[in-house]
């Protein structure tokens, strides 16, 4: 019966395995039709032709494919990355699976799977593969984020320690900070120049202090230039009234001169009238 056995399982073609190499290695084909969408896994029957095998996950988002090649590596006690899908078979029902690295002949692989016929297992491949991803995927979010968090803190360090414009920096030697001139102002004699349309007397625009040390009292030097400057305003202010004068001087002279030359025509006119006519 045994001989009977094996010589009608050598002539099924629901399973073929190829000749082992140098290690004892073999890969075989299973042929088999699956069902979905059912509530557990089961290895419903097994004939010559083909292996019927129900699949407790949909077809939808290839969950079907990955609950059925789990349910396999499980019934057979392989990884799952020794059991894989034939290409070109994976929408259909009829479908082709491959074992690699396995060491089993076609009739102890028959065998094997026989004693397993009618087994009910849960279902949890697909959703298993579903949360794998998800974890993944979570995990290379977290790792992302990190990499920017490390990415902005570099940057922050860098920009923290970037080397200052020296007009911001402290005089650290002197131990004081760095004070500017004070902007300088009209003086009262430059707004009268400046009404008067003296060009000179144009000065330019305040600007605002910008910092604390800005109104601090001017240094000695500037004090000196402000007198200096109040002298010049001073000098210009005498030059331009001694200007004025004697534009003033000049009118009056030549009314003088003009009034004493009339007098002077009047004298005579005076005298010719005093004078007796002559005689004939």
Not at 164 to 181: D, M, Y
Request: proline share 6%.
């Amino acid at each position: 019966a045994k001989e009977k056995a094996e010589a009608s399982h050598s002539s099924w073609n629901c399973v073929s395995v190829e000749p082992k190499d140098s290690q004892g290695f073999t890969t075989a084909k299973l042929e088999i039709v699956v069902t979905p969408a059912l509530s557990c896994n089961r290895l419903a029957r097994i004939t010559p032709e083909i292996l019927f095998i129900d699949v407790g996950a949909p077809k939808k988002q290839n969950r079907a494919n990955i609950e059925l090649l789990g349910f396999i590596a499980q019934l057979l006690g392989l990884k799952e990355q020794q059991v894989s899908l034939e290409p070109g078979k994976q929408a259909s029902k009829g479908k082709v699976v491959k074992l690699t690295g396995i060491k089993w002949s076609k009739k102890e692989l028959i065998w094997a799977l026989e004693r397993k016929v009618g087994q009910r297992h849960d279902a949890h491949f697909a959703a298993d593969n579903i949360q794998e991803a998800r974890n993944k995927s979570n995990k290379e979010a977290v790792a992302r984020r990190k990499e920017l968090d490390e990415f902005s803190s570099l940057r922050e360090a860098a920009s923290a320690s970037a080397p200052i414009p020296e007009s911001q920096v402290p005089n650290l030697l002197l131990g004081t900070a760095v004070k500017r001139p004070m902007p300088s102002r009209l003086t009262p004699a430059k707004r009268l120049m400046s009404k008067s349309g003296d060009p000179d007397a144009q000065a330019a625009p305040l600007s605002e202090p910008t910092s604390t040390d800005d109104k601090a009292a001017p240094a000695e030097g500037d004090a000196e230039g402000e007198d200096n400057d109040k002298d010049q305003d001073v000098n210009k202010d005498n030059a331009a009234s001694e200007e004025k004068e004697g534009g003033a001087g000049e009118q009056l002279g030549g009314l003088l001169g003009y009034d004493s030359e009339a007098s002077d025509d009047d004298d005579e006119d005076d005298e010719d009238s005093k004078l007796p006519p002559p005689s004939l």
